[in-house]
């Protein structure tokens, strides 16, 4: 009898598309920070996108509408363009190879449209 293929269970949060670019950014995200490691640049991208998650985690779990959703929102989007900050200097500096920082910048520019788009968080 052939063994049954495991499914996943779908995470609470799966369904957010926010949520899952930002995830979905951690391998280019992680290979840009061990080359800018090996580069001599200290830069804790991947602590600043499980950041980014975290905080879209807390706002997903605040009540619709309310300011304490859009705040941590607005936190995770911040976190998010502070990583772009990071790939333009690194960009400018040619310290990484274009096809990292290509790969990086696509989902980081993605992270970032889809988490500009929540209710609130450009206005906050």
Do not use: Y
Not at 31 to 36: D, K, Q
Not at 48 to 61: K, T, W
Not at 70 to 85: N, Y
């Amino acid at each position: 009898m052939p063994a049954r293929a495991r499914v996943r269970p779908a995470h609470p949060l799966d369904h957010h598309a926010s949520f899952r670019a930002v995830i979905a950014a951690a391998p280019a995200i992680a290979t840009l920070a061990a080359r800018l490691a090996t580069a001599n640049v200290s830069a804790d991208l991947v602590g600043a996108l499980a950041m980014a998650c975290g905080d879209l985690a807390s706002g997903f779990g605040a009540p619709p509408g309310s300011r304490a959703r859009s705040l941590a929102h607005h936190r995770a989007w911040i976190a998010v363009r502070e990583i772009d900050r990071v790939l333009r200097e690194a960009r400018r500096r040619h310290l990484v190879a274009p096809e990292v920082l290509g790969r990086a910048q696509r989902a980081v520019d993605r992270a970032d449209v889809m988490i500009a788009a929540l209710p609130g968080v450009l206005a906050s």
